[in-house]
């Protein structure tokens, strides 16, 4: 059996996905540009700084902003977001995921969160699901953020277990890039194409199947 699972949060978990798009969005308005869900998937897994680097290089006139006005920027967005994320309550939990949690605890394997948002204890606690988490890796410590793997070793290392033990659960091509230059087993929620490189692909947290993804395991470290 695998060591560790280590999560993705956002778009995994619950449905923050959504949320920090239309967090995004609302900022992006308000500068006058528009962005869209497509344009979106690239904005999953990224941190906050390298997301409003990306929305702002698609307009021309915000090119020379002084470090403080994107500080100021990226605040307002969070501002925006923590709004959204007022509501959040256990009935968010995506389907699934509380049993599928159960299941791996009960098995005796580690449980870790890699997330790159600095909300992501918060959001777990209104959860009501940090007790299943053994470790939360801290963004703000990190050099790299995905498709660097940094994060997924970093949750590794802090539980003593081989990267090849390890599987990764991700919603984002970022965090499959991540999980999969990590030496881990990758698991992708969503769609197949966004999420091809991932060693397993289920369509929504309904396929997190714990005995089939336990085998797939299996068979690629066969
Ligand atoms: C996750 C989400 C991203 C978000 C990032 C930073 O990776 O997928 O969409 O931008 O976290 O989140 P934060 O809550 O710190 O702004
Ligand atoms: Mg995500």
């Known amino acids: 059996n695998p060591k560790a699972f280590i999560f993705d949060l956002d778009g995994v978990i619950t449905d923050t996905a959504e949320f920090h798009y239309q967090a995004w969005k609302q900022l992006a308005e308000e500068l006058g540009i528009h962005i869209d869900r497509e344009f979106n ?3 999953k897994g990224i941190s906050r700084m390298d997301s409003l680097d990306r929305i702002l290089a698609l307009d021309s006139s915000y090119q020379s902003l002084a470090a403080e006005e994107k500080e100021g920027l990226a605040t307002k ?3 925006h977001y923590k709004q959204l994320m007022q509501a959040i ?3 968010h939990i995506l389907p699934g995921i509380k049993d599928f949690l159960d299941t791996i605890k009960s098995n005796k394997i580690e449980i870790a969160l890699a ?3 600095k909300n992501a204890p918060m959001i777990l606690e209104q959860l009501q699901l940090s007790d299943y988490f053994r470790y939360i890796v ?4 990190l050099s790299n ?3 660097d793997p940094e994060i997924f070793t970093t949750a590794a290392d802090f539980l003593s277990v081989d990267y090849s033990e390890c599987i990764g659960v991700e919603d984002a091509a970022s965090g499959v890039q991540a999980i999969n230059a990590a030496s881990m087993f990758s698991v992708g929620v969503g769609d197949k194409e966004v999420l091809a490189a991932a060693d397993m692909v289920v369509e929504d947290t309904t396929g997190l199947d714990f005995n089939k993804i336990i085998e797939a395991f299996r068979q690629a470290r066969n």
């Open 41 to 43: 998937e690239q904005l």
């Open 77 to 79: 967005k969070n501002e």
């Open 89 to 91: 309550t256990p009935e």
């Open 115 to 117: 997330s790159a948002s």
């Open 138 to 141: 801290d963004p703000a410590k």
């Open 145 to 147: 953020g995905k498709p």
